[in-house]
């Protein structure tokens, strides 16, 4: 079974240790939403509608996808708490279980979605850090093997420029 996963890291967030805020409740910020929005509309013209769009459950990540899904126009966020801190080799069993889906986008957080992508392509987080609000497609020609190939690694700033105006 071959599958496109596509990889994002939540937007711009209220920072961690903001008083009153308990870490697991972060927000994202105005100028996160609206950066995120110019960089989803990006996103839409370079990648279909997925067939499935997964989302850590913690807030700043549910409404990145939510913006996500917002400029797609045709797909609902489904809450994966394994994208709030799971290990990889767990999220892509899942995947590997849901074998129909041909276009697969996940939204998480740092270090757990670059620990994903090296999982993925066979190489260390450190060296493929995610900004927030960037995003990553891989090709996996044979899912169930856990290893894909990378197609592109874009940082939040490209993703807006695609948007155009």
Known sequence: MSMLLLLVRHAIALPSGTPDIADDERPLTKRGRKRFRKAARGLARIMPVPDLLLTSPLPRALETAEIAADAWGEVMPTREPLLAGGQAAD???????????????????????????????????????????????????????????????????????????
């Open 91 to 165: 999220l892509i069993a899942a995947l590997v279980a849901r074998d129909d889906n041909e276009v697969v986008a996940l939204v998480g957080h740092e270090p757990g979605i670059s620990e994903l992508l090296a999982h993925l392509v066979g190489g260390s987080a450190e060296r493929v850090p995610f900004k927030k609000g960037g995003a990553a497609l891989v090709a996996m020609d044979d899912a169930a093997s856990g290893r894909g190939q990378l197609v592109w690694f874009l940082p939040p700033r490209l993703l807006r420029r695609l948007a155009g105006g």
